[in-house]
């Protein structure tokens, strides 16, 4: 998912270095989007965790702190 969201988001510069304590266990193709969610402040796990399952409600979490940073999120008034 962080791979997802971070290339629907432009894919933006991004370090592959971001200091999760199990940063090694994160593919290295999915580290740089795991390292801009977290700069971005769209995940504040740590540890990462790559493996785990993500629940609706953090999936739910993830696309809202995601819309802030994704200049085609469109903002549908109910």
């Given at each position: 998912?962080?791979?997802?969201?971070?290339?629907?988001?432009?894919?933006?510069?991004?370090?592959?270095?971001?200091?999760?304590?199990?940063?090694?266990?994160?593919?290295?193709?999915?580290?740089?989007g795991?390292?801009?969610?977290?700069?971005?402040?769209?995940?504040?796990?740590?540890?990462?965790?790559?493996?785990?399952?993500?629940?609706?409600?953090?999936?739910?979490?993830?696309?809202?702190?995601?819309?802030?940073?994704?200049a085609?999120?469109?903002?549908?008034?109910?």
């Amino acid at each position: 998912m962080a791979k997802f969201l971070w290339v629907f988001s432009g894919g933006p510069d991004s370090e592959s270095e971001c200091g999760f304590v199990d940063q090694e266990s994160i593919r290295p193709d999915f580290r740089e989007g795991a390292c801009w969610l977290k700069a971005n402040g769209i995940t504040t796990n740590n540890p990462y965790r790559p493996v785990a399952q993500v629940t609706r409600g953090e999936m739910a979490a993830f696309l809202y702190r995601t819309g802030g940073h994704n200049a085609q999120w469109v903002s549908v008034a109910p």
